[in-house]
């Protein structure tokens, strides 16, 4: 039954094939727009514009579809973004196209109405009391569920995963391909497993990096933060370490986590020109996700703040659409646990576990109070398809860690290789420097070389 509902919805008739293309009015792209039916089900009802950009190569051989990640990012300037960085082979052997998932951008923005001081980041992606009482984030969480269908009720429940990877079908079949090839990072790896498993013969090179895991979603995806920021911190603790003489963090690398810990507890107890322990939880965070040239400004956060002297924080303030679209493809494509005591316990047992987080990955959201259910089961990624799909991953990466990768190489089988750099950080394919990395993943996508096995590369 379930099998046969996806292939029958994947199997929809698409629009006929031809598309307009108009210089962009904000990018030096080429716009277009390709209408979809908001919900799949009743392909004949409502229709929605998805917002969809061209680079065009001289002699393209075939089209590079592209995503950024999120869930929630947009997309439309993309084609620049790889430009920027692509080696120029991969850049002349596609037509690169960019698009603003539904839900996002002009692509049918959905809307939470968030206020700005709930889009702080120590609420919106739910840090726990400094104890671990989770009673506030509850409250906020079960707040942003009814907000977000208050503002976009009629929307969001078709704000799915496997709706974006048949938003994806669409315009392949609006740009007349037979085929598309794909690159997509983060939360786009999962969105390009779904879609090379409800559509495997119109697949061409698939190349995911930093890889999502498709198991236990998405409740699952954010524990797996845990252990992440771990073994990431570890990185800077040992940087650090190193640097001591100019910041004074600490000469080893335990002495470092100790400098953390005795931070952190010094704003718990009390702020410092409103930074509070959470904020400062934060801005490690953000400053381990990354590369390690965001390591000097985290330590400078930490010695200011050691130092008593004033800090200047960076912001990072999202979009309404990005992050409604963010809880849309979280809380529809599997349902959520609506157990607080449940969740309770699991912050606890997480911050003992993995204490740099502070119990965050497990915590309470508004999925747990979202007012509809999934329509559909999540789709199940198979090894049924073409061997065609490269994965790109760094072995320490806090966002997307590598035990995704190995899942999602897993389930795909032989369809699949990974291919691994032993760096940390979250980006790996044209972001690290990892030239090994690099050369595999630009060989498959211009010359179609597929790896005959698994390949671990060194440090960039």
Known sequence: MITSLLMGLAAVPAAAAGTTWTP????????????????????????????????????????????????????RDMPLAVEQVAPPALVEAYDLIGFDPRGTGRSAPVSCGLTPE????????????ANGDIRVSADYARQ?????????????????????????????????????SYFGTSYGSYL???????????????????????????????????????????????????????????????????TYFALTAQLDARPVGGLTGNQLRVQTRMGLWFSDAEFPGLAKIWQSIKNGEPVQVPEAPMDQDVVATLWGISCNDVAASRNVAEYQLDVLAD????????????????????????????????????????????????????????????????????V?????????????GNTCLDTAGTDFLVHGKFPAQDVHCGPA
């Not at 691994?420 to 690290?432: K, M, P």
Request: aromatic residues 8%.
């Open 118 to 129: 709930q889009t702080d980041m120590t609420k919106m992606l739910g840090y726990p009391a």
């Open 192 to 258: 390009g497993a779904v879609y090379a498993s409800l559509f495997p013969a119109q697949t061409d090179r698939f190349l995911l990096d930093s890889v999502l895991d498709p198991r236990d979603l998405w409740a699952g995806t954010w524990r797996n933060w845990g252990p992440g920021i771990e073994q990431r911190f570890d990185d800077f603790a040992v940087w650090a370490a190193a640097w001591n003489s100019t910041y004074g963090l600490g000469s080893t690398p335990s002495a470092v986590r100790d």
């Open 24 to 75: 962009c009015p904000d990018l030096p792209l080429e716009c277009a727009t390709v209408s979809v039916p908001l919900d799949y089900r009743q392909p004949a009802g409502r229709k929605i514009d998805i917002a969809v950009t061209r680079k065009k190569a001289a002699k393209p051989r075939g089209v590079l579809l592209l995503n950024p990640g999120g869930p929630g990012g947009r997309g």
């Open 351 to 418: 911050r003992k576990k993995n204490p740099i987080s502070n119990g965050m990955p497990a915590n309470i959201r508004p999925c747990a109070f979202w007012p509809v259910e999934p329509y559909e089961p999540a789709v199940r990624i198979t090894d049924r398809g073409p061997s065609n799909i490269v994965l790109t991953q760094n072995l320490r990466d806090p966002a997307t860690p590598l035990v995704g990768a190995q899942a999602m190489r897993s389930l795909l089988g032989n369809r699949s290789r990974l």
């Open 144 to 180: 942003i569920a009814k907000q977000c269908f208050q503002h976009s009720g009629d929307l969001l429940p078709h704000v799915t995963t496997a709706n974006t990877a048949r938003d994806m079908d669409r315009i392949r079949v609006a740009l007349g391909e037979r085929k598309i």
């Open 420 to 432: 691994t750099g032993d760096d940390g950080g979250h980006g790996a394919y044209l972001t690290n």
